[in-house]
């Protein structure tokens, strides 16, 4: 080979060597770029992923404390049921008793409706005997009336204190009143 094709094979040669190495730099270079895109992303998905399982740990605990709260909730959901049972139960037992009060009352209400034209009867009776005419008053503690004197038509009054007199004084002195101002009472036969 001549010296001129050796040195144009070399220079070829070296062309192309350098070529080569511009195709590698610039691979290279792109190679650098895209593994910086990569890393950019990585970094970002990787933050992104941190992000992630921070509002995860926030949400799992959000989430254990919603069960603690649910749990004493039907705690107390349980405990009121039961109070609900026993109050219930309690009305129901206080419902029976009412009905059975009511019954006995309804029998005593009968008896007492039984015995009232007795009772009128005797009241009647005692007014008639007695001429008491009684006056009432906005004061309890005041007894007041007027007996009727049947012999001359007349009228005695009479007033009393229960907080001034005892009791038994109060129906004594009625008593005298009465026998003093009326006259006997006498059955016709």
């Known amino acids: 080979m001549p010296p001129v094709a050796h040195s144009q094979l070399l220079t070829r040669i070296i062309n192309t060597h350098k070529d080569i190495q511009q195709e590698n730099n610039t691979a290279s270079d792109n190679y650098q770029n895209f593994l910086k895109d ?3 992303e990585v970094s970002s998905a990787g933050n992104l992923v941190e992000c992630q399982c921070e509002a995860n740990s926030k949400l799992v605990a959000a989430c254990s404390e919603l069960r603690f709260e649910n749990d004493q909730m039907q705690l107390q959901v349980r405990k009121l049921e039961m109070q609900l049972a026993e ?9 029976s008793c ?3 009060l009511e019954g006995e009352l309804g029998g ?6 039984s015995e009232f034209p007795k009772m009128k009867e005797s009241i ?13 008053s906005e004061d309890p503690t005041v007894v007041s009336g ?4 049947k012999s001359y038509g007349k009228l005695s009054p009479f007033t009393y204190n229960s907080r001034d007199n005892s009791h038994s004084f109060i129906v004594n002195s009625l008593w005298n009143s009465v026998e003093k101002y009326s006259q006997p ?4 036969e």
């Open 87 to 95: 109050a219930k139960e309690e009305e129901e037992s206080k419902r």
């Open 146 to 149: 007027f007996i009727t004197d």
């Open 124 to 136: 009647l009776l005692y007014k008639k005997v007695s001429g008491i005419k009684w006056a009432y």
């Open 38 to 40: 990569k890393l950019v």
């Open 185 to 188: 009472f006498v059955v016709d």
């Open 98 to 100: 009412v009905s059975k």
């Open 108 to 113: 005593t209400k009968s008896s007492r409706e």
